[in-house]
């Protein structure tokens, strides 16, 4: 059983000096009124019934119960004085009464910052009781019959409730602003905080691809099937296949808008036992399916889809082991997803700027040292023709650089498109390229409805930049040829010039080499270069097994040129 520790009550001293000083002033005025020290018993009884709230402010009995002491005598309080001051004749019974009354705004006002409405009202309805009670009080006329004390208790029990009702709002206008972290810094501690937790991972990865994987391998003690995989989400209300297993390759399901268990799992988090395949094409007979959602908090994150082609393969004890597996691998496959968006906003917003400082500086200034030598060439005087000519080459080597920086700049900003899929964003760069460099590019496209990660895409993009690029500054080519290959998760990008061939002497190829290999291992895939015959390169980067001949895709063969 838990056990809490009790905190001792600390003593308020703003509390304590507002009850002095209060009960000082109503005192004071009590002699003022009546002239009598008698009547200032009932500054003693207000002080017993004030310790309470000044001893143990927070006890839920003893504290409430000070309050109604001290509103109860303060009413009744109100009636004696009022009557003793009436008596003597020193001023009226409404004046005497006003002497006790400000009293009554002490308890009130501490109900009411103790957010206690509903004690604020139970303790307003005392006071008017008691205040009846105090006006039947006195030797003479009763002060309840007096005008002047039936004004001086109605005015305080309407301040009482402006108090009790208004002290709430008025404690949050007056309270600051609580300071609200800059987005900046608090951003700043959250990957501080992630790039401490990626170190002390398990091989210090976050990558989506490996957990997928490494989460198959858990799953074939617990429940043995021929084919496996794991989705997660992507764009355009699509799923990407991660990590997939099995004898041979599985074109699966990966529309949520589908009738199947992998659309049911996504809606419901709950796991999905089907008698048929998840697979849009499947030749075999007799399948069981088992779909179960990766959830993380509310959200689902991602499915993993397990078949056997044995019946009744996944009864409730198998499915219970699976559960205990993804449980907890949900939660790593989503700090990895995380991890994957927060790198990607970080490389596409860095793009971005050095797009933006290229355009507005050195491409902007080489314009300028341009137009300059266009002013020098017309101001030449005649006979000048050797510094003609030197301006002439330095007109189009300036020409060349700007020609190239705007080129990087559509390398920068080029991204693959949510709808328009990998090939596309492919062909538009290679085709861009290829007119500025006169090349006559051939397209080649074998391309899957279904998308590959994100980041993957990305990344494939710009290892066929890379390899584009080569091939017009260095090769001398005269023929490009892309082809593009897309079945989740198998990718193969291939780029084939006809030019002189890769020069291991040259440093910025080198260079360009080690870009490519860094790049396609990050996503677990495979370079390759190798000669063309009789002449020229080619690039390929591969992603996973061969594919299937008979997955759906769409295909598409580009003419030459275009």
């Not at 139970?122 to 006329?141: E, I, K, P, Q, R």
């Not at 609200?180 to 700043?188: F, L």
Request: one cysteine or more; proline letters at 6%; hydrophobic letters at 45%.
């Amino acid at each position: 059983m838990p056990t809490s520790a009790s905190t001792p009550a600390r003593v308020q001293p703003l509390a304590v000096a507002a009850r002095i000083v209060m009960l000082a002033l109503v005192g004071a005025l009590t002699l003022i009124a009546t002239q009598d020290l008698a009547e200032l018993r009932w500054i003693a009884l207000l002080a017993i019934a004030a310790l309470p709230a000044l001893l143990t402010p927070d006890h839920r009995i003893a504290a409430p119960l000070g309050r109604f002491a001290e509103v109860t005598i303060t009413g009744l309080a109100a009636g004696s004085v009022a009557a003793a001051a009436d008596l003597t004749g020193t001023v009226d019974a409404g004046f005497g009464a006003e002497a006790v009354l400000p009293y009554l705004a002490v308890p009130l006002l501490t109900a009411a910052l103790r957010r206690r409405p509903t004690e604020g009202a139970a303790l307003l309805g005392v006071a008017a009781v008691s205040m009846v009670a105090g006006g039947l009080m006195g030797g003479g006329v009763p002060p309840i019959t007096q005008p002047g004390y039936l004004a001086a208790c109605g005015q305080w029990l309407v301040l009482g409730a402006i108090v009790t009702f208004a002290a709430d709002t008025m404690r949050q206008l007056m309270q600051p602003a609580e300071q609200q972290p800059q987005p900046y810094a608090e951003a700043t501690r959250l990957l501080t905080q992630l790039r401490s937790v990626a170190r002390s991972l398990p091989g210090a990865t976050l990558d989506p691809g490996g957990i997928s994987e490494h989460l198959l391998e858990e799953l074939r003690a617990t429940a043995p099937g021929n084919r496996a995989a794991v989705l997660s989400a992507s764009g355009g209300g699509r799923l990407v296949v991660l990590a997939q297993t099995g004898a041979e390759r599985v074109d699966w399901e990966v529309t949520l808008d589908a009738d199947s268990a992998i659309a049911d799992a996504w809606a419901s988090q709950q796991p999905q036992v089907a008698s048929r395949s998840q697979a849009r094409t499947h030749a075999g007979a007799e399948v069981s399916s088992l779909v179960v959602p990766l959830v993380a908090g509310v959200r689902t994150i991602g499915l993993v889809i397990l078949e056997s082609d044995v019946p009744q393969a996944y009864p409730p004890g198998v499915v219970s082991g699976v559960l205990e597996v993804t449980g907890p691998a949900a939660l790593r496959l989503e700090a990895a997803l995380l991890f994957d968006d927060v790198r990607s906003l970080a490389t596409n917003e860095e793009r971005q700027r050095l797009a933006r400082e290229i355009h507005d500086g050195v491409a902007q200034e080489l314009v300028m040292v341009g137009y300059g030598i266009d002013n020098a060439q017309a101001t030449l005087p005649e006979g000048a023709e050797e510094a003609a000519e030197e301006l002439r080459i330095l007109r189009g080597e300036v020409t060349r650089v700007i020609t190239e920086l705007r080129l990087s700049l559509f390398e920068l900003r080029s991204e693959v498109d949510r709808n328009g899929g990998l090939a596309a964003a492919i062909a538009e760069y290679a085709r861009t390229l290829g007119t500025s460099a006169g090349l006559r590019v051939h397209f080649t496209f074998d391309e899957s409805t279904a998308r590959l990660p994100a980041a993957t895409e990305a990344e494939l993009l710009r290892i066929a930049q890379e390899a584009i690029t080569n091939a017009r500054k260095h090769a001398g080519a005269s023929n490009l040829w892309v082809t593009c290959t897309v079945d989740p998760p198998y990718a193969e990008i291939e780029v084939t010039d006809d030019g002189k061939g890769f020069a291991d002497d040259r440093p910025d190829g080198r260079y360009g080499l080690a870009i490519m290999a860094e790049r396609a291992e990050r996503i677990r895939g495979r370079l390759e270069i190798r000669p063309r015959h009789p002449s020229g390169t080619t690039v390929a980067v591969k992603l996973g097994t061969s594919t299937r001949r008979d997955s759906v895709r769409d295909s598409v063969s580009a003419p030459e040129g275009e």
